[in-house]
């Protein structure tokens, strides 16, 4: 099974910006979907961003305009850059499959937003 290894977390204020980065253990360009979720303490995962192998992008309505997310198939990586962050992006953020398979998950990428 493909898996994800997330890096780019880190403190950033409100209003700033972050870009995301997950490499595949295996190659993606015949994975259809590949999603970003983020799990906030206290809440169920939820999905951030997700790319077809095709470049075809689709973003739940809090994120539209603010995260873009990119993927490079030869390169086995998915990117997410999201600006103009809230207190309410923070959390760990995955890449995976959809649907997401989270006993595959591993470190994450951790993202504070916070003044």
């Known amino acids: 099974q493909v898996q994800f290894v997330e890096s780019g977390g880190g403190l950033v204020q409100p209003g700033g910006s972050l870009t995301l980065s997950c490499t595949a253990s295996k190659k993606i360009a015949n994975i259809f979907f590949i999603a970003w979720y983020r799990r906030a303490p206290g809440k169920q995962p939820e999905l951030v961003a997700r790319i077809t192998n095709d470049g075809v992008t689709y973003y739940p309505g809090p994120v539209v305009g603010r995260f873009t997310v990119s993927r490079d198939n030869a390169k086995k990586t998915v990117t997410l850059q999201m600006s103009r962050l809230r207190d309410e992006d923070t959390g760990k953020y995955y890449c995976?499959?959809?649907?997401?398979?989270?006993?595959?998950w591993g470190q994450g990428a951790q993202v504070t937003v916070s003044s």
């Open positions: 995976d499959l959809v649907p997401a398979r989270d006993e595959y």
